[in-house]
């Protein structure tokens, strides 16, 4: 089978959960790679956190033998190489100086470990860390102003690498605001994980951001969204977005996929990874074993994008 810019396919983790019995990470991790390659697919992103290394050792050994890459995970440091204090991560303490030798570190380990693509969002899925926070200390313009500056001390040093760091647009800022930062910034190896549905969870059009951010496309999450009624009803508004399967929902998935595959700067071999999304209380109302909901939408998800993206 061949496909379009020799494309590669994954799925995000929690939409292909391991079977209930299987219960530590080494279980899980093995279980959902020998899933990755049963559904043709050959990207598969892990952590090996809880895992020993003779598991770690064994993971990547499989990895070699069904031809599988992997992405990294950006630490947090990288937002906080400006030493602004709102970029606190657990509490813990900002520290310019530390936060540019924890960057430097991660990337001399991400090299030795064969990874060229790490990502990771900035936004925390709240209303604080997103461009509508209208706090005196913590706006949405402070922020962006912030990522900025931050990028400009972390491209070079990615660059000295080898590495991309790609950032989700993750419920915090839409495509046209990214470009800016980008932009502004000056990168060349920073870029977006284009998550075609986000747009809708920042209470924006999620199409809008297809020009903006398949240009700058190192990674995806290859999602679709549909707008439905609200079950909350009343104050909490009339209607909210719900994940679905791919060509379900209110997402030109196809248009982009289509700008994906022309505009981004990695678009041969480029990552296609499918994500859900959040199925809403109606749909797990109605289906007792979200489990298998989830397994069965992913199968046919990744199907409905091979499919498209094959060479007729």
């Not at 995970?73 to 936060?99: C, H, N």
């Not at 461009?131 to 313009?141: A, L």
């Not at 379900?248 to 990695?266: T, W």
């Amino acid at each position: 089978m061949a496909y379009k810019n020799n494309a590669k396919f994954g799925f995000q983790g929690f939409t292909y959960p391991a079977p209930k019995e299987l219960t530590t990470p080494y279980e899980k991790a093995k279980w959902q790679m020998e899933a990755t390659h049963e559904l043709g697919c050959n990207l598969f992103n892990f952590r090996p956190m809880g895992m020993t290394e003779d598991e770690v050792k064994e993971l990547n050994e499989l990895k070699a033998k069904y031809e599988i890459e992997s992405e990294g995970y950006m630490i947090p440091a990288i937002f906080q190489l400006t030493g602004w204090e709102k970029m606190s991560f657990r509490g813990q303490p900002v520290d310019a100086v530390k936060a540019k030798e924890d960057l430097e570190a991660f990337c001399e380990k991400t090299v030795n470990d064969g990874i060229k693509i790490v990502r990771g969002g900035y936004g925390r899925l709240c209303y604080a860390f997103s461009r509508w926070n209208r706090d005196p200390e913590m706006t949405g313009k402070m922020q962006m102003e912030n990522l900025i500056e931050c990028f400009k001390i972390a491209d070079p040093i990615l660059a000295k690498y080898g590495i991309y760091y790609a950032i989700e647009n993750h419920l915090d800022f839409k495509g046209s605001e990214f470009d800016y930062i980008f932009r502004t910034a000056g990168v060349t190896h920073i870029g977006s994980a284009y998550d075609t549905a986000n747009g809708f969870y920042v209470n924006c059009d999620a199409n809008d951001d297809i020009p903006y951010l398949s240009k700058w496309a190192i990674t995806t999450h290859i999602k679709d969204t549909k707008i439905v009624d609200s079950p909350f009803n009343g104050p909490d508004g009339p209607m909210i977005a719900v994940g679905c399967g791919l060509g379900e929902g209110n997402v030109d998935v196809c248009a982009a996929v289509d700008a994906i595959l022309e505009n981004s700067p990695m678009k041969d071999g480029i990552h296609l990874i499918f994500e859900s999304g959040w199925y809403g209380k109606a749909c797990h109302d109605a289906n007792p074993d979200m489990d298998e909901y989830n397994r069965q939408k992913t199968r046919e998800s990744i199907k409905w994008l091979q499919d498209y993206v094959t060479i007729k």
